[in-house]
T-cell receptor, first 112, second 115 residues
Framework: KAGVTQTPRYLIKTRGQQVTLSCSPI?????VSWYQQTPGQGLQFLFE???????NKGNFPGRFSGRQFSNSRSEMNVSTLELGDSALYLC???????????FGSGTRLTVV | AQSVTQPDIHITVSEGASLELRCNYS??????LFWYVQSPGQGLQLLLK??????LVQGIKGFEAEFKRSQSSFNLRKPSVHWSDAAEYFC?????????????FGQGTILTVHP
């Protein structure tokens, strides 16, 4: 059974650009959550999607957005990148969103 | 505010020694509780979870955790540590209900294992 797949693994972007990260959940999982991990702030919740609908959102600016497709795959987008957006972005999938989360290996984003 | 606290930033143990990593939570009601492990540059692997019932939870890799409501704690234990257990460990909680997908994490505890 394939795990949670995140692409790409590494990204380098320039300040002011935008970026799109992708997450394919475990087959049958309909809930996808996104997290940002930085040394200073730790792991912080970005948002959660279920059946193409955002059900929860963390305390991040509007530059951070996401969406989910009918096959449960999800993307997150960060516009107008700032140096502080450099982080490991993790995606997690779950059957319905509260019981057990499986994480992907993450996308390491570096903003220069 | 809901929070999870891991009091120990860094713990060092000798291989073969026992291990206990501490976790305290602050929630209005008992949340769902999780322990994850992360190796450098990798994602998070679920070790175990507690939803209700038996307060001693068994997980993978020989880990167990004990839920203590009176102390708002969910400490992770292992009787004999192996060098491969060196990693960062995160305690996390979810409030249930409509808190879909929203895990609140502790700051993590880095485990170093000496041979």
């Amino acid at each position: 059974k394939a795990g949670v797949t995140q692409t790409p693994r590494y990204l380098i972007k320039t300040r002011g650009q935008q970026v799109t990260l992708s997450c394919s959940p475990i087959s049958g999982h309909r809930s996808v959550s996104w997290y940002q991990q930085t040394p200073g702030q730790g792991l912080q919740f970005l948002f959660e999607y279920f059946s193409e609908t955002q059900r929860n959102k963390g305390n991040f600016p509007g530059r951070f957005s996401g969406r989910q497709f009918s096959n449960s795959r999800s993307e997150m987008n960060v516009s107008t990148l700032e140096l502080g957006d450099s982080a490991l972005y993790l995606c997690a999938s779950s059957l319905e969103g509260n019981h057990g989360y499986t994480f992907g290996s993450g996308t390491r984003l570096t903003v220069v | 505010a809901q929070s999870v606290t891991q009091p120990d930033i860094h713990i060092t143990v000798s291989e073969g020694a026992s291990l206990e990593l501490r976790c305290n939570y602050s929630y209005g009601a008992t949340p769902y509780l999780f322990w994850y492990v992360q190796s450098p540059g990798q994602g998070l692997q679920l070790l175990l979870k507690y939803f209700s019932g038996d307060t001693l939870v068994q997980g993978i890799k020989g880990f167990e955790a004990e839920f203590k409501r009176s102390q708002s704690s969910f400490n992770l234990r292992k009787p004999s540590v192996h060098w491969s257990d060196a990693a960062e460990y995160f305690c996390a909680a979810n409030a249930g209900g409509t808190s879909y997908g929203k895990l609140t994490f502790g700051q993590g505890t880095i485990l170093t294992v000496h041979p």
